[in-house]
Each structure stands twice: as C-alpha cells, then as structure tokens.
C-alpha cells in the first residue's frame, strides 16, 4: 500500500525557517518523481516544487524560487523541503506528491499519490 506522510509543519514567525519531510513506503521512491504542492483557504492547491527521480533535475514556483530547496534521500525513502524567509502568503497546507512520470507544478493530474498534508502557518 502506497503511503506518503508529510511532517514537520508548524508556526513559524515571518523570515523564520522550516524543513519538510516526506516520508514513503509501501514502493520505491527512487523509481518516482517526487514534489510539493500547497493549498491555502480559498484558494486552489499549487505546485512548489519538484524533483526527478533521481535528483538531477528540480523545478520551483516563480514565488519560492530563491527561499525554497528541495532534496531526496532514495536511500531513506524521504523528500524534503527546506523553507527559509518564509513569509505570511506562504500559510497553507502542504502536501506531497508522487509521480510515474515527471511531476508538472502547473497540473494536479501529474501526480500519482498524495500525502496527507502539513499546515505551515507564518504569523507573527
């Protein structure tokens, strides 16, 4: 059984500083891509981020781009996303994703299996 569970979510003051973690089971993760996309209240889920399957290639929203990083650790079957000068317009529910193919940050339909989020809220 596929399962992607997503931590290190939380409050966080503006220009602080979070790291994500994704962890899979239940398939390989060296044989998906894997990314993060994000949902705050209102307001359609987005894609952050991106990265091929074995690392070589990583994508980002034009908003994050600069602030955020993400990685993986085939080894450890985890991806993760390091926030830094995160920002009020950055609250949402994060959440991973798992792709066959190449995930596309603009289309929800690139994305195989989904985690079940993490809400990151920047407030001061």
């Known amino acids: 059984q596929v399962q992607l569970v997503e931590s290190g979510g939380g409050l966080v003051q503006p220009g602080g500083s979070l790291r994500l973690s994704c962890a899979a089971s239940g398939f390989t993760l060296d044989s998906y891509a894997m990314g993060w996309f994000r949902q705050a209240p209102g307001k359609e889920r987005e894609g952050v981020s991106c990265?091929?399957?074995?690392?070589?290639?990583?994508n980002y929203a034009d908003s994050v781009k600069g602030r955020f990083t993400i990685s993986r650790d085939n080894a450890k079957n985890t991806v993760y996303l390091h926030m830094n000068s995160l920002n009020p317009e950055d609250t949402a529910i994060y959440y991973c994703a798992a792709g066959h193919n190449m995930i596309h940050l603009n289309s929800t339909l690139s994305v195989d299996y989904w985690g079940q989020g993490t809400q990151v809220t920047v407030s001061s």
């Open positions: 990265i091929s399957s074995g690392g070589g290639s990583t």
